[in-house]
C-alpha cells in the first residue's frame, strides 16, 4: 500500500522547518477539534463563532509575522500555513484573520506611528481589539482609485464623509482602517467605533461566508485626529501593499479548503456501494480524484515557493496574483467537483463541500477578481495595462 500522505503528495512538510511543522501541527489540531465540530452549524445560522476569538489570539494567530509588540514574529511561510490550516475549517476564518493581521495589524505596524504601534497592536493581537479595513465602496470595487469617500483637513483634525461596502468584520470592530481621498492623495485613518458620525450595518442573507461578519460602513461628518492617521504612506500603494500580504496568504488559505473537500469525497466514495461495488472502483471517479490531487499538489508547490519567495523579500505583486488567481481557481473547482460526487448528500451542509464550495465564490472575488488578477499577469507579459 502506498506510503504517501494523500493531502501532500510531494511530502511539502519535508521542506517546513521545525518551527513551520510545529505551527501547522498545532493549529491543525486545533481546527480539527475546536472548529470543524461548530463551523457548519454557525454557517447555517449566518453567524461568525466570537467565542474563539481569544482562542485564535492565545495560538499567536493574529499579527503573526510582526515582531514585537507582543505579537509572535514567525515567518510568512508559517503564516501562509497558518491560513491554510484555518481555511481547512472555513473561509470565514480564515478571513478573520486575514483581516486582522494583513490588512489591519500590517498597516499600522509598517505605516503607523510609534504611539499607534503601541496603543493598537498588543491589544490587537490579543484579541482584545478586533480591526475591519475599509477600502471598497459600493460603486467601484476593483478600481479603488476612484473612491468618494474623503478627508478633509480642519485645524488638528480631520473630517471623513463617505461609505465602504462589502467590508468584513465591519459591525464587530473596534477601530477600521479607512482609505480616503485627501488633498494630497489617498491616505490612511483609524476611526473608532464610538467616534460620532461613524455607523456599520450587517449585510444579511448572503449565501457566501456565512460564518462572517460582512458590513457596510458609513462616515457622516466623522472627526478624526491627526494622531490617528497613518502618517507614514501616501497613495494608492498604502492599501495595495496591505492587499499583498492578505492576497500572499489566500493563496495558501483555499488549499485547505480544497484538501476538507477531497478527504471529505475519499472516505465517501470509500465507502458508498453502488452497482455492486464501492464508488472509488469505477475510472471516471478515480480519474476525478487523480485530477482534484494533481491540482491540489501543483497549488502547493505553489504557495510554498511564494513562501520562498517572501520570506527571502524577493516576492512580486504579480507573481502574487498568479497564485491568488491560479490556487482560489483550483479550491472552487474542486469544491464544485467533490459537491457532485457527494450526490444528493453533497446539497446540504452536513457535509462540507457546499459550504466550501460557497465561501469559495467571495473568496475568487475579494482581494481582486479573477480578471483583476488575470490582467495584473497580462500587463506582465504584454506592458500594456487593460484594466
Ligand atoms: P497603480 O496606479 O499602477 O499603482 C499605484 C501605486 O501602488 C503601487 N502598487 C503596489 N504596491 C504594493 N503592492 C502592490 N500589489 C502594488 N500594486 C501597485 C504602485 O507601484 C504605485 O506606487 P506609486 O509609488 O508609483 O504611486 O495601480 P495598479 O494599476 O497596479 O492597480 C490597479 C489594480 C486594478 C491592480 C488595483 O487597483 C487592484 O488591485 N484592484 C483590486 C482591488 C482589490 O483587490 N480590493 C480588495 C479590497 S480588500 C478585500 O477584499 C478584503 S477581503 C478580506 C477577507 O475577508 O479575507
Ligand atoms: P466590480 O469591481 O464591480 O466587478 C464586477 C465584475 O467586473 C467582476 O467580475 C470583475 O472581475 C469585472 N471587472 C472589473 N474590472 C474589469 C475590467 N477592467 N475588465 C473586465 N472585467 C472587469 N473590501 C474591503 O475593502 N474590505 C473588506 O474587508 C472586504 N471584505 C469582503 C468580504 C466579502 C464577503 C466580499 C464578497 C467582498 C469583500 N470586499 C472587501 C470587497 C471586494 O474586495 C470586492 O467585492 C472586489 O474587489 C470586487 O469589487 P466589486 O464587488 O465592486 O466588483
Same mark, same amino acid.
Given at each position: 500500500?502506498?506510503?504517501?500522505?494523500?493531502?501532500?503528495?510531494?511530502?511539502? %512538510?519535508?521542506?517546513?522547518?521545525?518551527?513551520?511543522l510545529?505551527?501547522?501541527?498545532?493549529?491543525?489540531?486545533?481546527?480539527?477539534?475546536?472548529?470543524?465540530?461548530?463551523?457548519?452549524?454557525?454557517?447555517?445560522?449566518?453567524?461568525?463563532? @466570537?467565542? #474563539?476569538?481569544?482562542?485564535?489570539?492565545?495560538?499567536? !494567530?493574529?499579527?503573526?509575522?510582526?515582531?514585537?509588540?507582543?505579537?509572535?514574529? =514567525?515567518?510568512?511561510?508559517?503564516?501562509? *500555513?497558518?491560513?491554510?490550516?484555518?481555511?481547512?475549517?472555513?473561509?470565514? /476564518?480564515?478571513?478573520?484573520?486575514s483581516?486582522?493581521?494583513?490588512?489591519?495589524?500590517?498597516?499600522?505596524?509598517?505605516?503607523?506611528?510609534e504611539?499607534?504601534?503601541? $496603543?493598537?497592536?498588543?491589544?490587537?493581537?490579543?484579541?482584545?481589539?478586533?480591526?475591519?479595513?475599509g477600502?471598497?465602496?459600493?460603486?467601484?470595487?476593483?478600481?479603488?482609485?476612484?473612491?468618494?469617500?474623503?478627508?478633509? %483637513?480642519?485645524?488638528?483634525?480631520?473630517? #471623513?464623509?463617505?461609505?465602504? @461596502?462589502?467590508?468584513?468584520?465591519?459591525?464587530?470592530?473596534?477601530?477600521?482602517?479607512?482609505?480616503?481621498?485627501?488633498?494630497?492623495?489617498?491616505?490612511?485613518?483609524?476611526? &473608532?467605533?464610538? @467616534?460620532?458620525?461613524?455607523?456599520?450595518?450587517?449585510?444579511?442573507?448572503?449565501?457566501?461566508l +456565512?460564518?462572517?461578519?460582512?458590513?457596510? *460602513?458609513?462616515?457622516?461628518?466623522? +472627526?478624526?485626529p491627526?494622531?490617528?492617521? !497613518?502618517?507614514?504612506?501616501?497613495?494608492?500603494?498604502?492599501? *495595495?501593499?496591505? /492587499?499583498?500580504?492578505? $492576497?500572499y496568504?489566500?493563496?495558501?488559505g483555499?488549499?485547505?479548503?480544497?484538501?476538507?473537500?477531497?478527504?471529505?469525497?475519499l472516505?465517501?466514495?470509500?465507502?458508498?456501494? =453502488?452497482?455492486?461495488?464501492?464508488?472509488?472502483?469505477?475510472?471516471?471517479?478515480q480519474?476525478?480524484?487523480?485530477?482534484?490531487s494533481r +491540482?491540489i499538489?501543483?497549488?502547493?508547490?505553489?504557495?510554498?515557493? !511564494?513562501?520562498?519567495?517572501k520570506d527571502?523579500g524577493?516576492?512580486?505583486p504579480?507573481?502574487?496574483?498568479?497564485?491568488?488567481?491560479?490556487?482560489?481557481?483550483?479550491?472552487?473547482?474542486?469544491?464544485?467537483?467533490?459537491?457532485? @460526487? *457527494?450526490?444528493?448528500?453533497?446539497?446540504?451542509?452536513?457535509?462540507?463541500?457546499? $459550504?466550501?464550495?460557497?465561501? =469559495?465564490?467571495?473568496? #475568487?472575488?475579494?482581494?481582486?477578481? &479573477?480578471?483583476?488578477?488575470?490582467?495584473?499577469?497580462? $500587463?506582465e507579459?504584454?506592458?500594456?495595462?487593460?484594466?
Amino acid at each position: 500500500s502506498s506510503k504517501l500522505d494523500k493531502l501532500d503528495i510531494f511530502n511539502i %512538510k519535508s521542506l517546513l522547518t521545525e518551527e513551520e511543522l510545529m505551527v501547522q501541527e498545532s493549529i491543525g489540531r486545533w481546527v480539527d477539534e475546536r472548529i470543524l465540530p461548530i463551523i457548519g452549524p454557525a454557517f447555517d445560522k449566518h453567524e461568525f463563532p @466570537m467565542e #474563539i476569538i481569544p482562542e485564535m489570539a492565545e495560538l499567536g !494567530l493574529f499579527g503573526s509575522t510582526i515582531q514585537g509588540y507582543e505579537c509572535a514574529g =514567525l515567518n510568512y511561510t508559517s503564516y501562509g *500555513l497558518i491560513c491554510q490550516e484555518l481555511e481547512r475549517g472555513d473561509s470565514g /476564518l480564515r478571513s478573520f484573520a486575514s483581516v486582522q493581521s494583513s490588512l489591519c495589524m500590517f498597516p499600522i505596524d509598517a505605516f503607523g506611528s510609534e504611539e499607534q504601534k503601541q $496603543r493598537w497592536l498588543p491589544p490587537m493581537a490579543k484579541g482584545e481589539v478586533i480591526g475591519c479595513f475599509g477600502l471598497t465602496e459600493a460603486h467601484a470595487g476593483s478600481d479603488p482609485a476612484s473612491m468618494k469617500t474623503h478627508a478633509k %483637513k480642519d485645524g488638528d483634525d480631520w473630517i #471623513i464623509n463617505g461609505s465602504k @461596502m462589502w467590508i468584513t468584520n465591519g459591525s464587530i470592530a473596534d477601530v477600521a482602517v479607512v482609505w480616503a481621498q485627501t488633498e494630497d492623495g489617498i491616505q490612511g485613518f483609524l476611526l &473608532e467605533k464610538e @467616534m460620532p458620525g461613524f455607523d456599520t450595518e450587517m449585510i444579511h442573507r448572503k449565501m457566501s461566508l +456565512r460564518a462572517s461578519v460582512t458590513s457596510a *460602513l458609513f462616515f457622516d461628518d466623522v +472627526r478624526v485626529p491627526d494622531a490617528n492617521r !497613518l502618517p507614514n504612506v501616501k497613495g494608492l500603494k498604502g492599501p *495595495l501593499s496591505c /492587499l499583498s500580504n492578505a $492576497r500572499y496568504g489566500i493563496s495558501w488559505g483555499p488549499i485547505g479548503s480544497a484538501q476538507a473537500c477531497l478527504q471529505e469525497v475519499l472516505d465517501y466514495t470509500e465507502e458508498r456501494v =453502488l452497482f455492486d461495488r464501492t464508488l472509488n472502483s469505477n475510472q471516471i471517479i478515480q480519474q476525478k480524484l487523480a485530477d482534484m490531487s494533481r +491540482r491540489i499538489s501543483t497549488a502547493q508547490l505553489l504557495a510554498w515557493r !511564494l513562501g520562498q519567495l517572501k520570506d527571502s523579500g524577493q516576492l512580486q505583486p504579480t507573481q502574487i496574483s498568479m497564485a491568488k488567481w491560479n490556487n482560489v481557481r483550483m479550491a472552487l473547482d474542486v469544491a464544485r467537483e467533490c459537491r457532485d @460526487m *457527494l450526490g444528493g448528500a453533497g446539497i446540504t451542509t452536513e457535509h462540507s463541500a457546499i $459550504r466550501h464550495m460557497l465561501n =469559495l465564490e467571495s473568496v #475568487i472575488t475579494y482581494e481582486g477578481t &479573477e480578471t483583476i488578477h488575470q490582467l495584473v499577469v497580462g $500587463r506582465e507579459l504584454t506592458g500594456k495595462n487593460a484594466f
